[in-house]
């Protein structure tokens, strides 16, 4: 006799692939710094109820942005001398690019753009907040708690809406697809630097 299965045995693994897990690389970017916009712009992806896993205050240097000394370590020892002929020691300057982060192969598609050194200019000035964040959906909905790519379009409520008005300013980044969360995160930490954990919330967020 031939056995009748029952759909719902089916049922959970088709929710679970509806509800697939999601990472997104959401990073402040310098003006967001500058301006100390940095926690107010983590506890909106906290309050949404998304989870964080990765996070580090992080200058991407020229150097680094260029490729120069990509993928070697390099520690330069600055000598200078002041006028009155004492020799003078700098700190030592650690070009260590043993993480992957490279602004440009992270803006990679927007290359043949006319503003993309004005883009690589910004993001190097100064630190830049990363940070990863995971749960059902996270690409789409930070995406949207983001705001359009133009601050003046971008409806109130949102991150740049609230609190930027120009593209060439517009304080946060976030990935626009899973695949660009994973290859993102991959691009600006280093394995080790990523969490994982349960949040106690984690009942009272979903059923
Ligand atoms: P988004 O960051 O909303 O995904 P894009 O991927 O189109 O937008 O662009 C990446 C970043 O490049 C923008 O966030 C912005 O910082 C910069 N950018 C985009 N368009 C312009 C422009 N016309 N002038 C200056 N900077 C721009």
Redesign the pocket.
């Known amino acids: 006799a031939r056995t009748t299965v029952k759909p719902a045995i089916f049922l959970p693994h088709l929710i679970a692939s509806l509800q697939q897990v999601d990472q997104t690389y959401i990073m402040v ?1 310098p003006d967001g710094v500058q301006r100390g916009l940095v926690g107010e712009i983590i506890s909106r992806f906290e309050k949404k109820g998304f989870k964080l896993t990765g996070l580090k205050l992080f200058q991407c240097s020229k150097e680094l942005a260029e490729g120069a000394g990509a993928c070697q370590k390099e520690n330069l020892h600055r000598r200078a001398h002041n006028g009155r002929g004492a020799k003078l020691y700098f700190a030592r300057v650690n070009l260590e690019k043993d993480s992957n982060v490279d602004s440009i192969e992270h ?1 990679k ?2 290359k043949q ?1 006319s ?1 993309f050194p ?2 690589i200019d ?1 993001i190097t000035s100064g630190p830049v907040v990363c940070m990863a964040w995971e749960g059902v959906g996270v690409v789409a909905s930070a ?1 949207k708690l ?1 705001g ?2 133009d601050p003046l379009q971008a409806e109130p409520g949102t991150i740049r809406g609230d609190l930027a008005v120009q ?2 300013r ?1 304080v946060v ?2 990935s ?1 697809s899973p695949e660009n969360g994973k290859r993102e995160i991959a691009l600006w930490f280093k394995e080790g630097e990523l969490c994982e954990w349960t949040p106690v919330q984690a009942p009272w967020l979903r059923e």
Request: hydrophobic share 25%; aromatic share 16%.
């Open positions: 970017k803006y598609d927007l753009k503003f004005k883009l910004y995406r983001i359009a790519t593209t060439g517009n980044h976030g626009d």
